[in-house]
């Protein structure tokens, strides 16, 4: 698939993903609102019904606004007379099951003439829970108005409403499911294209490397074929060699490939010793101090770790050193400044591989550690590599419980730093 296929299908999907999330929540949202006012309605009809018998039976004129909701889940009904608790709760649960009302609600009585609440209760239809004492009641914090009257409080509105709501919970569950099958399956073709890219790139790599080693064999063999070389034993020797030198560099690039790109933490054969931080990074400085000096750049060494020794692969952890400050080198354009600083933060020897070099872009940072991975730099293959260099460096660390951190700016260079656990 190409990119420009990729990214429509992409965009094509988080559209329709888009488009089917928010379909759903404003069908659920109308639903819940047309569901609300049902029962908002059928509360206020059964109230009504309520205040209409007591005041036939205490032989009351009308009320002019009989039912008022003062919060969503809260409804007071006026009336002329303290009811008793007793009739007033039978009259409530008989209207409300008229109206199929058959939820927990809880109801209290104003007196005005004591300008208290003479009563208050929770009904629930729960089998085990059936009276409430009065002080658990949270209605008795709702009263604040003139006259006598009860009010009627929902505590589990929301809950009883989204209850009636069951389809769309049930087909918001599949649309949940149906989005996450489609990320993933975004995410599968994202990683899968990456892979494929990784992939041509190191194989472009790998054949770019090859050539060079494979075509000077093949025209050393050529002029040994020549019949006039047997009477030049040196010229001979010479081609012999050749052929000798760059088979052994063949051979060791791909058993490193090889070895590398097999290689996991757990795979990681490693021989646990106390060993000195500081020896390792003198010893491997002074071995790219020359090479270094001829491009006229430097490396510069800064050892402030009180404690320099953790317990590590003496072998691997140089092999770590050494590939740091290589791809160092590698990837500056300017007169390479290498500074290497230690020391000692929270219980760890902190080091840190530090450089003036091309940097690398925040986009690339979090691959340049996955195995084969090279930043794009077009066709150039100036600076050579498999992309393993990283990925061995990150193996080493996990295999040692360490941690690598890199900081980068484009054009300005980059930090690595390294955290193991202090040796005692
Ligand atoms: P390679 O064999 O290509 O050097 P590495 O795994 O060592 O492989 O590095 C992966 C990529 O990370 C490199 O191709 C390079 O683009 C980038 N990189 C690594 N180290 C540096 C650095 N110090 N400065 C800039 N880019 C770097």
């Given at each position: 698939?190409?990119?420009?296929?990729?990214?429509i299908?992409?965009?094509?999907?988080?559209?329709?993903?888009?488009?089917?999330?928010?379909?759903?929540?404003?069908?659920?949202?109308?639903?819940?609102?047309?569901?609300?006012?049902?029962?908002?309605d059928?509360?206020r009809?059964?109230?009504?019904?309520?205040?209409?018998?007591?005041?036939?039976?205490?032989?009351?004129?009308?009320?002019?606004?009989?039912?008022?909701?003062?919060?969503?889940?809260?409804?007071?009904?006026?009336?002329?007379?303290?009811?008793?608790?007793?009739?007033?709760?039978?009259?409530?649960?008989d209207?409300?099951?008229?109206y199929?009302?058959?939820?927990?609600?809880?109801?209290?009585?104003?007196?005005?003439?004591?300008?208290?609440?003479?009563?208050a209760?929770r009904?629930?239809y729960?089998?085990?829970?059936?009276?409430?004492?009065?002080?658990?009641?949270?209605?008795?914090?709702?009263?604040?108005?003139d006259?006598?009257?009860?009010?009627?409080?929902?505590?589990?509105?929301?809950t009883?409403?989204?209850?009636?709501?069951?389809?769309?919970?049930?087909?918001?569950?599949?649309?949940?499911?149906?989005?996450?099958?489609?990320?993933?399956?975004?995410?599968?073709?994202?990683?899968?294209?990456?892979?494929?890219?990784?992939?041509?790139?190191?194989?472009?790599?790998?054949?770019?490397?090859?050539?060079?080693?494979?075509?000077?064999?093949?025209?050393?063999?050529?002029?040994?074929?020549?019949?006039?070389?047997?009477?030049?034993?040196?010229?001979?020797?010479?081609?012999?060699?050749?052929?000798?030198?760059?088979?052994q560099?063949?051979?060791?690039?791909?058993?490193?490939?090889?070895?590398?790109?097999?290689?996991?933490?757990?795979?990681?054969?490693?021989?646990?010793?106390?060993?000195?931080?500081?020896?390792?990074?003198?010893?491997?400085?002074?071995?790219?101090?020359?090479?270094?000096?001829?491009?006229?750049?430097?490396?510069?060494?800064?050892?402030?770790?009180?404690?320099?020794?953790?317990?590590?692969?003496?072998?691997?952890?140089?092999?770590?050193?050494?590939?740091?400050?290589?791809?160092?080198?590698?990837y500056?354009?300017?007169?390479?400044?290498?500074?290497?600083?230690?020391?000692?933060?929270?219980?760890?020897?902190?080091?840190?591989?530090?450089?003036?070099?091309?940097?690398?872009?925040?986009s690339?940072?979090?691959?340049?550690?996955?195995?084969?991975?090279?930043?794009?730099?077009?066709?150039?293959?100036?600076?050579?590599?498999?992309?393993?260099?990283?990925?061995?460096?990150?193996?080493?660390?996990?295999?040692?419980?360490?941690?690598?951190?890199v900081?980068?700016?484009?054009?300005?260079?980059?930090?690595?730093?390294?955290?193991?656990?202090?040796a005692?």
């Open positions: 698939m190409s990119r420009k296929t990729i990214v299908v992409v965009l094509l999907a988080v559209f329709s993903l888009g488009v089917i999330i928010a379909g759903q929540v404003f069908w659920v949202r109308k639903a819940y609102g047309i569901q609300e006012r049902q029962f908002n059928h509360v009809l059964a109230l009504t019904n309520v205040v209409e018998e007591i005041l036939i039976m205490n032989k009351d004129s009308a009320v002019t606004e009989p039912v008022v909701q003062k919060e969503s889940n809260f409804f007071v009904a006026n009336i002329n007379d303290t009811p008793s608790p007793f009739l007033l709760e039978k009259l409530i649960k209207e409300f099951e008229r199929n009302l058959t939820e927990d609600f809880e109801y209290g009585i104003y007196d005005c003439f004591t300008d208290s609440i003479v009563f209760s009904v629930s729960a089998v085990d829970d059936k009276v409430v004492k009065p002080e658990r009641v949270s209605i008795t914090s709702k009263f604040e108005q006259g006598h009257y009860f009010g009627v409080l929902f505590p589990n509105k929301t009883i409403i989204l209850k009636q709501l069951d389809f769309w919970m049930y087909s918001s569950i599949v649309i949940f499911l149906i989005v996450i099958f489609f990320s993933y399956t975004i995410f599968v073709i994202l990683r899968h294209k990456r892979l494929s890219d990784v992939k041509t790139d190191f194989i472009n790599n790998m054949t770019h490397e090859l050539k060079t080693p494979i075509s000077t064999i093949g025209l050393s063999a050529e002029a040994l074929l020549n019949p006039n070389i047997a009477g030049e034993p040196s010229r001979l020797t010479q081609y012999v060699n050749i052929i000798k030198n760059e088979n560099r063949l051979r060791s690039q791909v058993d490193k490939v090889l070895q590398i790109a097999t290689l996991t933490p757990k795979k990681v054969q490693v021989k646990m010793e106390k060993i000195n931080l500081h020896d390792i990074i003198g010893k491997a400085s002074s071995a790219f101090k020359l090479a270094l000096q001829e491009d006229g750049g430097e490396i510069n060494v800064t050892l402030n770790a009180g404690n320099p020794y953790i317990n590590g692969d003496l072998v691997h952890i140089t092999n770590v050193i050494y590939n740091l400050i290589d791809n160092a080198r590698k500056t354009e300017d007169i390479p400044q290498i500074k290497i600083e230690t020391s000692n933060e929270n219980g760890q020897v902190v080091v840190k591989v530090i450089d003036n070099g091309v940097g690398i872009a925040q690339h940072l979090g691959m340049i550690f996955d195995k084969f991975y090279r930043v794009p730099t077009g066709n150039l293959h100036n600076v050579k590599g498999f992309g393993l260099g990283l990925f061995y460096v990150n193996t080493i660390m996990k295999a040692h419980k360490a941690r690598i951190h900081e980068s700016k484009i054009g300005k260079g980059s930090t690595f730093t390294l955290r193991f656990k202090s005692e």
